[in-house]
């Protein structure tokens, strides 16, 4: 028999978690006929392999994918392949989720005959949670058009109408949800019949564009307004590395345009509908935001590499095409400054000015 639920878990140089994550799904309340677990060892250099294959041995419903490595993406690819459930669950393999997990979200699933299970997570760090994160949306089950109108653009990025109201000032503007895999419960079907895959190009935003491309697919998702999964913060995971790397993050969004380009294509094709506007304000944003972060010094690169860095992303004919057709709203003048130098490509100028904020240790936050 066929295991309702597949459970894909990529792991690379995780001895640390990947344990207590085996054991929050080892203690979820639901038959474990139901489950089938599949660890992709992404090419571990420290005790990850041993301790999979140790929980492999004891349990026939955990699987193990050695693989050389090749990332996040191509190892959640292996999983997709290796799967069999009627649902697949994306979690990470340094976190952990509540015991009733499984059971709640593919009851939900199945009694509302729903595509996807959006739902809400905690933010963990050293024993403790220090956050809690609802879906924020206004109703509970979303259909057809809306799926794609309404639940899909809350992740894909922000438009131009939330930069300014962020200008303007209203609170939350640049909220988005947080795009991450391990928040959705999937039906594997709509992944198959789709040919959905994960960009392996990207080192991040691969879980934006995959959430996106799937939402755009569904036809109802279901918002759980409960927290299940407890995301941990650790020092040591790729993302928390790539936030603090400046050309990390510009090599990331070079990447990552080219990975979005490819999405509206394929939504567009598949829909009729063009989703470049969803996301505008993200690209108009980073043109303000990437300055900022090149601008700080560097021990790795001079001013004149980092200023061609920055260049090389609003030299770009997409970024530039959105920026001129941004039009700038009304509100802060030392917020609205910014696209006021976008606007006139005056590249140099902004650079000069971030740089400036840098020596008297100004702090740009989206808020």
């Not at 499984?102 to 024993?127: P, Q, S, T, W």
């Not at 131009?160 to 928040?183: C, F």
């Not at 969004?253 to 506007?277: F, H, M, Q, S, W």
């Not at 509100?331 to 006021?340: A, N």
Request: with cysteine; hydrophobic share 35%.
């Amino acid at each position: 028999m066929e295991p309702k639920i597949s459970i894909i878990i990529p792991a690379y140089n995780i001895e640390s978690y990947i344990g207590k994550c085996l054991d929050s799904i080892l203690n979820q309340d639901i038959d474990k006929s139901q489950i089938e677990i599949i660890v992709v060892d992404d090419g571990s250099t420290d005790k990850t392999p041993e301790i999979t294959d140790s929980y492999a041995s004891d349990y026939d419903y955990i699987k193990v994918i050695h693989k050389s490595n090749g990332g996040v993406s191509a190892a959640r690819n292996d999983g997709i392949a290796a799967a069999c459930g009627e649902y697949i669950f994306f979690f990470d393999g340094d976190d952990f989720q509540e015991k009733e997990t499984c059971r709640e979200l593919v009851d939900i699933a199945d009694k509302n005959m729903a595509d996807a299970v959006i739902y809400g997570y905690y933010r963990y760090e050293n024993g403790e949670v220090y956050e809690t994160c609802l879906p924020r949306f206004d109703k509970t089950i979303y259909t057809d058009d809306e799926v794609l109108k309404e639940v899909m653009p809350a992740f894909i990025g922000l438009s131009n109408q939330d930069v300014n109201n962020w200008i303007a000032g209203k609170p939350d503007s640049l909220y988005v949800e947080n795009p991450a895999l391990w928040r959705i419960l999937c039906k594997r079907s709509v992944i198959v019949d789709n040919n959905l895959q994960f960009d392996t190009t990207l080192k991040v935003g691969e879980d934006t564009v995959f959430i996106s491309d799937y939402l755009s697919c569904c036809k109802k998702v279901f918002i759980q307004q409960k927290c299940y999964y407890y995301l941990v913060t650790r020092e040591t995971s790729a993302i928390y590395r790539y936030e603090r790397e400046p050309f990390s993050k510009l090599e990331g969004k070079l990447k990552l345009n080219d990975a979005r380009e490819r999405l509206v294509n394929r939504i567009k094709e598949r829909t009729g509908v063009d989703v470049t506007y969803t996301f505008a304000g993200t690209i108009v944003m980073s043109a303000v935001e990437v300055a900022f972060q090149l601008s700080g010094k560097n021990a790795k690169a001079g001013r004149s590499e980092r200023y061609k860095g920055y260049r090389q992303f609003v030299d770009d004919k997409r970024v530039r095409d959105l920026i001129a057709e941004f039009e700038i709203g009304q509100g802060s003048i030392v917020k609205r400054v910014p696209f006021m130098f976008l606007k006139s490509n005056w590249f140099g100028l902004l650079f000069l000015a971030t740089t400036m904020l840098h020596v008297i240790h100004y702090e740009f936050k989206r808020s």
